[in-house]
């Protein structure tokens, strides 16, 4: 595993940020997502999706569960798991059918499903550091060291 740690100072910073690795998304990544509510989570997916050119509305999929996207000939599957209340709700949503896939899956507040997804390429931590965001990017596997080979 490596770890490499970012501080942001602003929104600008966290879309350029992640548009940095838009670069090297490769079909069947899984990326988790944590921090607090505010903290930047669904900026961070809009900032890689603008790094692959899309330039659509993204929002939060709290209410829809998951958001697709296709742009630059990958389908990246964005999910919110914040309103599952147990583990086992993920089954319900259907989400191991979109992991099975070519496409890159992005999973913000994957702790929700904890014992139920599998392991993550990277995970990608963001946290408040006063109006400031540090961001912590663990890579586990060949496909999260390529992710983070934008950095």
């Excluded at 990958?74 to 949503?93: M, T």
């Excluded at 392991?119 to 992710?147: K, S």
């Amino acid at each position: 595993m490596t770890t490499t740690r970012v501080v942001v100072d602003d929104e600008e910073a966290m879309l350029a940020l992640a548009a940095s690795m838009a670069g090297h998304l490769r079909s069947g990544q899984l990326l988790y997502l944590q921090g607090d509510l505010g903290a930047g989570k669904t900026t961070f997916v809009r900032g890689l999706l603008r790094g692959l050119g899309y330039r659509g509305h993204v929002k939060s999929p709290t209410y829809t569960l998951v958001e697709p996207y296709e742009v630059a000939d990958l389908l990246i599957n964005h999910f919110d798991l914040y309103r599952l209340s147990a583990p086992e709700e993920v089954e319900s949503v259907g989400i191991r059918d979109y992991m099975i896939g070519s496409g890159i899956c992005v999973v913000e507040w994957a702790e929700r499903g904890a014992g139920v997804l599998p392991p993550a390429d990277a995970v990608i931590r963001i946290h408040h550091n006063g109006d400031r965001r540090v961001v912590e990017i663990d890579c586990y596997t060949e496909l999260g060291h390529e992710l983070c080979g934008g950095l």
